[in-house]
């Protein structure tokens, strides 16, 4: 699973372009299976990518186009999708967007996550052998009614509110 330490993050999206790049050969942050968010109004920037959650609420697909893969991770069967967007609501932190009529979420690429490469901060890391899948039932309860981008937004400003506690204290 990949592990985010936003306290790390500088906010240069060089995760976004590589993995953008990687799938489709176009450099676009809306092309991207990870989004960095740059939340300025509390100095925050952070990337929001499928946590492999121990819920698995995007699972609820009505048509079984979603099955989890040998990585944990979730792959999308563009024959049986439908677009109707199930996954995409039911992710409680925005890690899977509808973009340009296809599904967008990160898949480890194979088992080498390319933003992991790019990332130069040592904000992103993988683990092969994870055993402690974190829950998103707290981000569920407050981010329902919320798009894909407000999604994000809020997970970070939790967890980059934390971070900001935890470097006053330093300060202190």
Known sequence: MIRVDISK???????????????????????????VMNLYEIGIDGPVVCNQCNERYCMCCPDDALIIGSLSQVII?????????ACEEACPIGAIEIFDDLVYVCDLCGGRPKCVEACTEG?????TEAEDYPS?????????????????????????????????????
């Open 136 to 172: 998103l039932a707290f981000f569920k309860q407050q981010t329902d009614k919320m798009n894909p981008s407000q999604k994000r937004h809020f997970y970070i400003k939790r967890q980059g509110s934390e971070v900001r506690k935890k470097w006053r204290k330093g300060y202190a």
């Open 77 to 85: 069967s563009p024959t049986l999708c439908t677009l109707c967007a």
């Open 9 to 35: 993050c500088t906010g240069c999206k060089r995760c976004e372009a590589v993995c953008a790049f990687f799938r489709t050969g176009k450099i676009n942050n809306r092309l991207a299976r990870i989004k």
């Open 123 to 127: 904000a992103i890391t993988y683990e």
